[in-house]
Antibody, heavy 124, light 107 residues
Framework: EVQVVESGGGLVQPGRSLRLSCAVS????????MHWVRQVPGKGLEWVSG????????GYADSVKGRFTISRDNAKNSLYLQMNSLRTEDTALYYC?????????????????WGQGTLVTVSS | DIQMTQSPSTLSASVGDRVTITCRAS??????LAWYQQKPGKAPKLLIY???SLHSGVPSRFSGSGSGTEFTLTISSLQSDDFATYYC?????????FGQGTKVEIK
């Protein structure tokens, strides 16, 4: 059974940093791209970042480019999101999602499994 | 970034109705479009990928069509379990974007 579990959310002040983690099981992690998607409670979905299977193809939303860094450790079956210079508008539920294949663009299924999310609140 | 515009934002319908949701891309995304269903407090679920391919386990009353910049999601006969919010998403490039969502409500 595929499992995707996010952690690391919490309350943080504007301008500070936070690192999210995503632990997965039930599939061969290094065969698949992974993504972060966020959602302000009661609002729509926003794709944040994606990384391909071997970390040589990465994309970011314009809203986080230069502040957030996605990475993965295939040996630990884990995905990360380093969030720096946080803003109040980064407050959201952050989902980790499994890609449908090894790449992050223009191929087959985009994402097929999601975690339940970890809440990040940026406030003074 | 490619902008995705969904319409309508809200749709009121009854069980048994045929429902159509439209998604428009700001530039051609060929057929790299997906549709998701989300219920309150739950993660999204993939319904359709590559514009018209039905994801495993999704009921056949859901269908997708379109190419280039215009896409539609159709529910042929709305069931009580289908009242939810639906999102389109493009994955043509290395920067994905979602539509703003369409909430399907009970009429």
């Amino acid at each position: 059974e595929v499992q995707v579990v996010e952690s690391g959310g919490g309350l943080v002040q504007p301008g500070r940093s936070l690192r999210l983690s995503c632990a997965v099981s039930g599939f061969t992690f290094d065969d698949y791209a992974m993504h972060w998607v966020r959602q302000v409670p009661g609002k729509g979905l926003e794709w944040v970042s994606g990384i391909n299977w071997r970390s040589d193809s990465i994309g970011y939303a314009d809203s986080v480019k230069g502040r957030f860094t996605i990475s993965r450790d295939n040996a630990k079956n884990s995905l990360y999101l380093q969030m720096n210079s946080l803003r109040t508008e980064d407050t959201a539920l952050y989902y980790c999602a499994k890609g449908g294949g090894p790449g992050i663009a223009a191929a087959g299924i985009p994402v097929d499994y999601w975690g339940q999310g970890t809440l990040v609140t940026v406030s003074s | 970034d490619i902008q995705m515009t969904q319409s309508p934002s809200t749709l009121s319908a009854s069980v048994g109705d045929r429902v159509t949701i439209t998604c428009r891309a700001s530039q051609s995304i060929i057929n790299w479009l997906a549709w998701y269903q989300q219920k309150p407090g739950k993660a999204p679920k993939l319904l359709i990928y590559k514009a018209s391919s039905l994801h495993s386990g999704v009921p056949s009353r859901f269908s997708g069509s379109g190419s280039g910049t215009e896409f539609t999601l159709t529910i042929s006969s709305l069931q009580s379990d289908d009242f939810a919010t639906y999102y389109c998403q493009q994955y043509n490039s290395h920067s994905w974007t979602f539509g703003q969502g369409t909430k399907v409500e009970i009429k």
